[in-house]
């Protein structure tokens, strides 16, 4: 069982920054996979960044360059460094982690880009 805490969300403007955390309830060393997903009102929820274990990263279309995830095994927590946010960026973002094919989801936090 794995227990995800998103955290580091909030009202932001246009071009601004954010960093999104996910803190673990345990070791995300054994976790092979970890993935940022948002959800925008009235929209599907979506696939954004992913990290796997080794360390390879891959970005949805419309972040890259903008967007990285990171994880810090030391902390049991995985980031997300969002810049350059624009206002299609508003949306709920979710912490996955699938291990042993079993998905776990944290609560979410809302990041709204707004001027």
């Known amino acids: 069982q794995v227990q995800l805490e998103e955290s580091g969300g909030g009202l932001v403007q246009p071009g601004g920054s954010l960093r999104l955390s996910c803190a673990a309830s345990r070791s995300i060393f054994s976790i092979p996979i970890m993935r940022w997903y948002r959800q925008a009102p009235g929209k599907q929820r979506e696939l954004v960044a992913t990290?796997?274990?080794?360390?390879?990263?891959n970005y949805q279309d419309s972040v890259k360059g903008r967007f990285t995830i990171s994880r810090d095994n030391a902390k049991n927590t995985v980031y997300l460094q969002m810049n350059s946010l624009k206002p299609e960026d508003t949306a709920v973002y979710y912490c996955?982690?699938?291990?042993?094919?079993?998905?776990?989801w944290g609560q979410g936090t809302q990041v709204t880009v707004s001027s």
């Open positions: 996955n982690a699938l291990k042993n094919a079993v998905t776990y």
């Open positions: 990290m796997l274990s080794g360390g390879t990263t």
